[in-house]
């Protein structure tokens, strides 16, 4: 089945919000995009469109050699691509309508559909419809408005619309049931199927033939016009996820599990053709009778191409395959990332490419350290401990003396470093691994973290709250109290006196005076906190496992939730390499570069000192706003457009915020002698 992704309304902050950003992310692995691709869509031959997670959207103009990433505005799933003309086209997603008329360079949001939007389609610039759950429209002035087609439509799961000229046309809906107009969208008749738990898709022929595919391989013909249906034989039992045709007698279903099916009898009989490399075949689209279009999923984003009828596919997605837990970069333009099945990568050009080093090892590695360019140390599960000198091109395994995981390493310089594992397992060197002396740190619980200022001041960090230090390079440690029972996940020392430290549910602590007092700055995010980076003891990064990044540019006495590009997805790790540069590595091959760190970070003007409390914070249906007092409260997306506008009288304001798409808002109070802002998030 589709996966749907849905985050439960449950989250509440009371934080300070109080930044403008102009700060993006871009997907350096894999190239385009790792996000999800749900629908494609070619008006010629060498223009075409993808839609997908996360508000994405690919272009490419020759044929898809290459594929450029357009910025929708919008972090909504994006779940069917229509386009009229290589320059104007259509997207619609969850609580989503788009439309662009200069090739996706800008994009215009449209109001009418506050559900899952599933698929749009447009018989001529003006005339356009678009179904989805609880959702049935059609526009006739190309967008401007659209308009419910009928509570005997609307009321249900419609999956797929398609139409055969401005009159005739079909919606498919959940549960075995298609709807026909022949008076363009003014009345619809239904037909009936036999039931699926899911049906897909849908397309038609012409105006007799028509074909429903969804669960468990099923495939219904009709030769009638939908007025009656058969249950055809697919030969697998795998969920169908799409079908197009090229030609009457020509037609292919993509499915899971990689399965692709064509048949060149009109339907009647289906052939598999070789698998494909994915979890989730989601669409499929012929520009000609040879060539074709397949995006999915599997470890990560997938596009396949064939240019001979569906004989071979082409991946045309690229770069490394690997889940990634951590980042180094010892000089700018060089890096390193580690992770899963012993995977080591390496950049030599800022991350624009990168290559897979031969670790040796099968064995998970879970943190990486690089003193300079060519030496560096990683470890990882079992014991692991590997040393390369010559930039990753060999690695030497050094001995631990433990089978117990190592989950943090760094290194002050070549010779001098620290590991931390499980069952307070921490270890020194002085010699650049030639041995490990076991050091006492008087706990045996799990240490996942550390980061030391010089060989001799260092903060280690572990489960249920475990926070030490020493300034006798290991000899002792001293337990400080985190005032946390939680398992903390990452530290970063910036100098002797400032350390932040992150765990779960968005716990944030800093320290001012190297530990002896710990801070709760604590940030609901609504998610986990995976990793921090400080570049100085005001600019920091925080990354989560559900692909939020957060940023601070005054020590965390507010945080800014950036646009992610690789939202829902676990990042795992976050570094600065200089004033502008960071990159943050994850699962699923993830790995995302910014240029403009700190760049377009100011305080947002306000009369007034407070900031809005909003809750619950991320919300899906409503949000209530303290309001000090009678005024006005507006709602603004972050373009600064004004979406919602009421009077309040204070001192608490409910605010209906089912209509809005998906993504990030600025809430703005302006009373007589006060403006207050605050920014919450829709799911």
């Known amino acids: 089945m589709k996966r749907i992704f849905i985050l439960s309304c449950f989250f509440y902050i009371s934080v300070s919000l109080n930044f403008t950003y102009a700060q993006s992310w871009t997907w350096l692995n894999p190239n385009p995009s790792g996000n999800i691709p749900f629908s494609i869509f070619f008006p010629n031959s060498n223009t075409g469109y993808i839609a997908g997670a996360c508000g994405m959207l690919l272009k490419t103009t020759d044929g898809g050699t290459t594929w450029i990433s357009l910025n929708s505005g919008t972090n909504s799933h994006l779940r069917s691509v229509y386009f009229l003309t290589q320059n104007i086209g259509y997207v619609v997603g969850d609580g989503t309508i788009l439309k662009t008329v200069d090739g996706g360079m800008t994009w215009v949001h449209q109001s009418g559909v506050s559900y899952w939007a599933w698929s749009v389609f447009f018989t001529d610039m003006n005339n356009g419809y678009i179904v989805g759950d609880n959702t049935a429209l059609k526009t006739i002035d190309g967008g401007v408005t ?79 016009g939908g007025t009656s249906w058969q249950l055809r034989s697919s030969g697998t039992s795998e969920i169908l996820y799409d079908i197009c045709f090229t030609d009457p007698n020509t037609l292919y279903i993509a499915g899971g599990n990689g399965v692709m099916l064509k048949s060149t009898d009109g339907g009647n009989n289906w052939v598999q053709l070789g698998l494909l490399n994915s979890e989730y075949n989601n669409s499929v689209f012929f520009t000609s009778a040879t060539t074709g279009f397949v995006v999915g999923d599997s470890e990560h984003a997938l596009i396949y191409k064939t240019t001979n009828s ?29 992770g899963k099945n012993g995977a080591i990568v390496k950049t030599i050009d800022s991350g624009n490419s990168w290559t897979n080093m031969p670790s040796g090892t099968s064995n998970q590695l879970k943190s990486v350290s690089f003193p300079s360019s060519d030496l560096g140390y990683t470890v990882g599960a079992s014991g692991t401990i590997l040393k390369t000198t010559n930039g990753g091109n060999s690695w030497i395994t ?46 045996t619980r799990f240490l996942t973290g550390l980061s030391f200022i010089d060989e001799n001041v260092g903060f280690v960090i572990g489960t249920f709250g475990t926070i030490l230090k020493t300034i006798d390079g290991g000899a002792t440690w001293v337990t400080q109290n985190s005032g946390t029972q939680a398992d903390l996940t990452s530290i970063i020392a910036v100098d002797e006196n400032n350390v932040f430290i992150v765990g779960p549910y968005g716990l944030i602590q800093k320290t001012v005076d190297g530990g ?60 600065i390499t200089d004033a502008n540069v960071g990159y943050i590595v994850g699962d699923r091959s993830t790995i995302l570069r910014t240029t403009d760190f700190g760049v377009g970070l100011s305080p947002e003007p306000q009369a007034g000192n407070e900031e809005l409390i909003i809750y619950p914070n991320p919300a899906c249906k409503t949000i209530t706003i303290k309001t000090p007092s009678k005024g006005s409260l507006s709602i603004l997306n972050l373009s600064s457009n004004e979406i919602l506008n009421q ?26 002698n006060e403006v207050q802002v605050g920014k919450f998030i829709k799911f």
Request: proline share 2%.
């Open 146 to 224: 659209w308009n419910d087609m009928g509570s005997n439509l609307s009321s249900g799961y419609l999956r797929k619309v398609c139409f055969l000229d401005e009159d005739n046309g079909y919606i498919l809906a959940s549960g075995g049931a298609v709807y026909k107009t022949t008076d363009g969208g003014i009345s619809w008749t239904s037909s009936t199927f036999g039931f699926i738990e899911q049906d897909n898709s849908m397309c038609f022929t012409d105006i007799n033939h028509g074909f429903v595919v969804g669960f468990d391989g099923h495939i219904y013909v009709s030769t009638n």
């Open 516 to 575: 002896t007092t710990w801070n709760d700055i604590s940030y609901q995010i609504g998610s986990n906190c995976t990793s921090v980076f400080f570049q100085d003891p005001q600019n920091g990064y925080i990354v989560s496992d559900w692909g939020v990044i957060v940023q601070t540019n005054n020590g965390g006495e507010s945080w800014e939730i950036l646009p992610s590009v690789a939202c829902y997805q676990k990042l795992n790790a976050v570094c």
């Open 310 to 338: 569906g004989n071979t596919f082409t991946q045309l997605v690229s770069g490394i395959s690997a889940d990634l837990n951590s980042v180094s970069f010892p000089v700018s333009t060089i890096g390193y990332a580690v």
């Open 398 to 443: 050094q001995s631990a003396g433990t089978s117990y995981s190592l989950n943090s390493v760094d290194f002050i310089d070549d010779n001098t470093g620290y590991i931390a594992g499980d069952w307070g397992v921490l270890l020194k060197t002085t010699n650049g691994g030639t041995n490990y002396s076991a050091l006492s740190p008087g706990t």
């Open 647 to 672: 009077i309040v009288n204070g001192p608490n304001s409910t605010v209906d915020i089912t209509s809005l798409p998906a993504g990030i808002y600025v809430a703005k109070y302006i009373g007589e």
